[in-house]
């Protein structure tokens, strides 16, 4: 824990954060969440509600990982906050991963139903994570209603198309001041370090492992990933060069 990451006031060791979605195998799912390292992961209310979620908040259980619901499948902001709503009663937490989409097609946050939904539930006293776009703009209104973390997509939830726009993820990491973890889109293990090299305190990914041929495998290398990831943006890279420049001047050491 001499890098922890550091959510509304409570210390994670891991900076790799699980989503369960995709995974059809809780054998399977359990060797993947152990070898990730994750402490902390998101479950789908509504998919739970609809009985297809309680085998997994009962793994989490027993691996000792926190479960931190999500408002997936909502499209609205009042779906989002009643879901919230069961997911404190249910679960005994006021933390929730907010997700509010816009359509099945892309699966995008919907920005104005975000907004409006991360404003009420702060209003409640929801710790609220909330997923959106890659959007500077969005970001910034998301911390100043109060969220407790921002999470940027990389590209669309299950794609896994990496980080389509890493300008914008570092424009969001500038001038943020909540932790910003990179959610969605994520495909292997180079994206989860340049999600890290790009200055996020943390990755959420899901697609990448459940539906990996050895999950377990993917698992370990995201984790690895996100520290050599993390461990590289503090370390404080070169700068890049036009010309070359040879790497051994001549001269010898003192
Ligand atoms: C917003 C959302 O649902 C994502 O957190 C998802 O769980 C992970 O996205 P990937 O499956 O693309 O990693």
Redesign the pocket.
Known sequence: MDDPLLIAGREFGSRLIT?T??ANNLAVLERALIASGTELT?V?MRRADAGGGTGVLDLLRKLGIEALP?T?GCRTAAEAVLTAQLAREALETNWV?L?V?ADEDT?LPDPIELLDAAEQLVDQGFVVLA?TNDDPVLALKLEEVGCAAV?P????????LGIRNPHNIEMIVSRATVPIVL????GTASDAALAMELGCSAV?????V?RAQDPERMATAMRSAVEAGRLASQAGRIPQRFWAQASSPGTPMG
């Open positions: 989503g979605g995709g998101t789908a999500n997936a991963k997700e989409v699966l997923y999470m997509l990389g590209s669309p939830i299950g794609t896994g959610d969605a889109g994520i959420l990914l899901a697609t990448a459940t």
